[in-house]
């Protein structure tokens, strides 16, 4: 195969402008999606939580999926100025029987669609986004995503400039900027398979800079029919060049590994080397673990060992399970060997966090936490939303360290809930999300009296408190520091707590204006007298303050949200009584 190579078929010839666009690799600049490298990979993916975060997003400009025309692959990726993008393919492939009379194309085959959604509430910062979908006295599965998190863009793969016609858009990955997507099925065409390079700097306009026909029947042995549904890709390290791994039969039981033969993925010269063939018996005893994934993609550890992260439903022994599941990736020249290292069943029901049939994909932060997102099929979710699911460590961060705005305890219906293999459903009060849902009575949210175990970890200073009865009463338990209990019944308070309160470092509400506090002279600056300390953003929306309880007669602060948080329990006092 290494004499093979395979040439671009360019759309746009955008390549002259953009060969000193930055592809040639690195960081990309601040606050986009680099190939970054995560620190303790295999730690971090089997300590993935089972439990999502419930995340959504609006329809806007979208078009009306359906079951079979479908969202296909998933990825997340920041601009320049922070704002968090999703990126989701959906196929428009017409198959027949019950997906006649549904979606946006009636009885016959429509355009595949590439959909940019912003998330234009979420924090800045690149790290978890925690819930969209917090409103008091309703529940998860009822509660619209913020309106500011919606699809604010969306293309027709119909031929036009830039999109070349294609009815089945699969798979996707980001590195430095370059979004890879795997088409099969072309319309009108006897080549049916691709992959195409988009580049993502203005992110409402993904600009296609290469596409290669690929030709993965001349990998195949003769009996197998192939397909291009997913890929997966890393820029390797020592050359630049970027690897590229694809699914290349309906099963994923057959990967090809392709190579760059340029650093530039703008390069109108640019070919793809085909390395190797690999099949799932080559795992040998591991080879029950394979299964029929929707999602591949790389991952590289800080010491640059190279992994493959796979996402996948509807397997045979595990019915319609969810399963995310880490491969070891070792390199011999052009030849490739997969290791199994570990694998999570996730919940993604109760609430409806999505399909690992549909769409998912990994996502590395700027600080190297490893999060898996998840949507489903369609639009399911309320006011034609998405229903989704943010899956991150289940110690939120690695590692587990907590600062002023992070506290959080997560609860488990099951006794240590974060390492069963058949989990149930978890839910996590966040100290910055606390007073945006019902946590004064559970019952409204269909938890009271539901929790066999809890991880937590709060900041110096905090303490939360879990009540046996609604309304912060009853007998209580006292939360601080960081800790674990797996079995709540050994304290008396397995199913019975109701009702969870933050009851010293307590938090309260006020206004401030430029990131900065407003003295009654008009002066503007970055503290305040009376023992205020400096002001810290936590996010692009919220701030806060450490103070200590007690009157500020003389502060006045006025502008966008910030709360502030008292260094031990008292009250506090702003501006005159």
Known sequence: MGAMVMKNKTIDKLAKVLLASGLLGGLAEPGQTADVWVPNLEVQFSKIAHHGDPFGFNLGVARNPDWCRHYQGLARYNAVDGTPFFYLTRSGGWTGGHCTVY?????????????????????????????NKLQRGVDFDNTAPDPNDVAAASFSFDGAPGWPRYRHPGGVQIVNDVMAIAFEKEEDA????????YRLTDPLHPVLLN?????????????????????GMTQEPSSGKYLLVFAVTADSSYLAFYETTSANLADPDLGMQPLDLWHKRELGDGEGDWREWQSLNFLRQTDGSLYLACSGANASGFGTEDWIRLYRVIRNGNEFTLQSVTGRHL???????????????????????????????????????????????????EPATVDACGGWVEFYEDEDGWA???????????????????????????????????????????????????????????????GVYGRLDAFG????????????????????????????????????????????????KSHFLSVAPGAYPEALVIGQEVTLRTASTGMVTIGSP
Not at 111 to 124: C, M, T, Y
Request: aromatic fraction near 8%; proline fraction near 5%.
């Open 190 to 197: 006897e080549v049916e398979h691709a992959v195409g390079f």
């Open 493 to 540: 308070f397995g199913d019975c707590i109701s009702s969870v309160q933050a009851t010293a470092g307590h938090l309260v509400e006020v206004l401030v204006s430029k990131n900065c506090v407003v003295t009654p002279g008009g002066s503007c600056a970055n503290t305040v007298a009376d023992g205020l300390e400096r002001l810290d953003r936590c996010s692009s």
């Open 347 to 397: 919940q993604s029901g109760e609430p409806n966090l999505g399909d690992c049939g549909a769409a998912g994909g990994f996502y590395v932060s700027p600080t190297g936490q490893l999060i898996f997102y998840l949507s489903e099929h369609d639009n399911d979710g309320p006011n034609d939303s998405i229903f989704m699911g943010e899956f991150r460590n289940y110690d939120v961060r």
């Open 211 to 231: 596409r290669f026909w690929m030709h993965p029947g001349l990998l195949l042995p003769i009996s197998e029919t192939p397909t291009l549904g997913m890929v």
């Open 420 to 482: 069963d293999s058949s989990p149930d459903r978890s839910v996590i009060w966040d100290l910055v999300d606390a007073q945006k849902d019902d946590w004064q009575d559970l019952s409204l949210q269909s938890w009271d009296d539901e929790f066999d175990s809890i991880r937590w970890n709060l900041p110096p200073g905090m303490e939360v408190t879990l009540y046996k009865d609604v309304g912060f009463t009853g007998d209580s338990m006292v939360l601080s520091g960081q």
């Open 103 to 131: 979606g946006d194309c009636g009885n016959v085959s429509c355009p595949g669609e590439l959909v940019v959604v912003r998330l234009g509430s979420r924090d800045r910062d690149g790290e978890r986004m925690r819930s």
